[in-house]
């Protein structure tokens, strides 16, 4: 909760003098310190099935900044390995 109020000083005073934050203001503030790249989210889910895939792009889609943002930002890299492998052992002796 900490590292998301360090992204806006008025959640950062606000958490340094009540101890918490509301559930709005860490979505803000998750907004805010992912548009800064502050906070870099790690998601793992198997494409394969679809489990999760609709929750990763509804994310991205809410919190990422948006494509026409500035040219002066920080580029984004993202590593999307696919992996599929059927593991077959054979031994001969």
Same mark, same amino acid.
């Given at each position: 909760?900490?590292? %998301?109020? *360090? ?5 950062? *005073?606000?958490?340094?003098? *009540? ?6 203001e &860490? ?10 790249? @502050?906070?870099? #989210? %790690?998601?793992? @889910?198997p494409?394969?099935i ?5 929750? %990763?792009?509804?994310?991205?889609? *809410?919190? =990422?900044?948006?494509p026409?943002?500035?040219a002066?930002?920080? #580029?984004? =890299?993202?590593m &999307? ?5 059927q593991?077959? &052992?054979?031994?001969?002796f």
């Open positions: 909760m900490e590292n %998301v109020a *360090e992204s806006d000083d008025k959640l950062l *005073e606000k958490f340094f003098d *009540e101890g918490e934050l509301s559930a709005a &860490i979505k803000d503030g998750l907004k805010g310190a992912f548009q800064q790249q @502050t906070f870099i #989210p %790690v998601f793992a @889910t494409s394969s679809s489990v999760g895939v609709p929750q %990763v792009l509804d994310f991205i889609s *809410e919190h =990422a900044p948006s026409l943002m500035p002066n930002q920080k #580029p984004y =890299a993202a &999307i390995p696919k992996l599929k492998f593991l077959r &052992i054979h031994h001969r």
